[in-house]
Nanobody, 121 residues
Framework: QVQLVESGGGLVQPGGSLRLSCVAS????????INWYHQAPGKEREREPR?????????NYHDAVRGRFTISRDIIKNTVYLQMNKLEPEATGVYYC?????????????WGQGTQVIVSS
């Protein structure tokens, strides 16, 4: 049974930093890509991840966060991190950890419960 558990959210002032964690069980982060999705208050979860790390270890970032966010993983701890720097109020919302396999109708997604981030002065 796959489980993804996020933590690390909280209240931070604009320009501040937070580090989110996603602890995986039931899958190895060395074999599966892990993505971070954002859902702003009152809106649907974004379709494109803010950041992703592939099984190869390669990373990708949404234009909105490139240069400010860093995704990394600890294979021993089976955990993926999202270091968020220079946070802007637009970053407020819930961050979800995701992994998936397959494509189209055969795609299977795993989601965590989310962790709340509030960027406000």
């Amino acid at each position: 049974q796959v489980q993804l558990v996020e933590s690390g959210g909280g209240l931070v002032q604009p320009g501040g930093s937070l580090r989110l964690s996603c602890v995986a069980s039931g899958l190895n982060v060395s074999n599966y890509g892990i993505n971070w999705y954002h859902q702003a208050p009152g809106k649907e979860r974004e379709r494109e991840p803010r950041s992703e790390i592939y099984s190869s270890g390669a990373t990708n970032y949404h234009d909105a966060v490139r240069g400010r966010f860093t995704i990394s993983r600890d294979i021993i701890k089976n955990t993926v991190y999202l270091q968020m720097n220079k946070l802007e109020p637009e970053a407020t919302g819930v961050y979800y950890c995701n992994s998936h396999y397959g494509r189209g109708v055969g795609r299977v997604d795993y989601w965590g419960q989310g962790t709340q981030v509030i960027v406000s002065s």
